[in-house]
């Protein structure tokens, strides 16, 4: 499945254009390297998503093409959720 439509089906994100939109701008990871919305996914990859001031790793647990709200958040497993704060080290 491609990465996109997972995240829009996982509800992670929660429009498909929008999942394009992040990913191909470089802030999501599969297993450590930069992925873009049609890369494939599989059950068992870590997806790292950087979404706001927020960084977001989790793993696949299942693949469906389609999947009720109430299910959405079994397609995958939180393994670390952190803030994240963007200083700019040139004002220091």
Do not use: H, P
């Amino acid at each position: 499945m491609r990465l996109d439509k997972f995240l829009k089906v996982s509800r992670l994100i929660k429009r498909r254009t929008l999942a394009k939109e992040v990913s191909d701008q470089g802030r999501i990871e599969i297993n450590g390297k930069e992925a873009k919305a049609s890369t494939s996914v599989k059950v068992g990859d870590e997806l790292t998503l950087r979404l706001g001031q927020r960084k977001i790793t989790v793993r696949i647990e299942r693949i469906q093409e389609t999947t009720r709200k109430d299910e959405a958040a079994e397609m995958y497993t939180i393994i670390n959720e952190e803030k994240v704060s963007y200083t700019d080290d040139r004002l220091e």
